[in-house]
């Protein structure tokens, strides 16, 4: 599991798919590892992506917040009313205390 703020290293395709070449051609996952620099299991994991499409099918799907653009002008009228009531709530309870 990915720490917190860690960042991620992008490979370009064209290693890749040399990489995935070097693999069909024999290479192991170790000597691959060692004359690229990068770990056995990204590597493994590159190949199974190409063996595998249909696992990966919904990898890169960007989630949250930025999907918002799709939505119409009463759904956005619908979450304002929610973020109101919500408010109102939140301000009641504190009254309470």
């Known amino acids: 599991m990915a720490s917190k703020g ?12 040399m990489i995935i070449e070097e693999l069909k051609q024999g290479y192991s996952y170790r000597f691959l590892s060692k004359k690229y620099g990068i770990s056995e299991k990204t590597i493994s994991t590159w190949q199974q992506k190409i063996r595998h499409p249909e696992k990966y099918q919904n990898q890169g799907l ?8 799709n939505l119409t002008k009463e759904d956005w009228k619908e979450r304002y009313e929610i973020l109101k009531k919500y408010q109102a709530f939140l301000k009641a309870q504190r009254e309470r205390k």
């Open 62 to 69: 960007k989630r949250g917040p930025k999907n918002d653009k």
């Open 6 to 17: 860690q960042k991620f290293k992008k490979y370009s395709n064209n290693l890749k798919s």
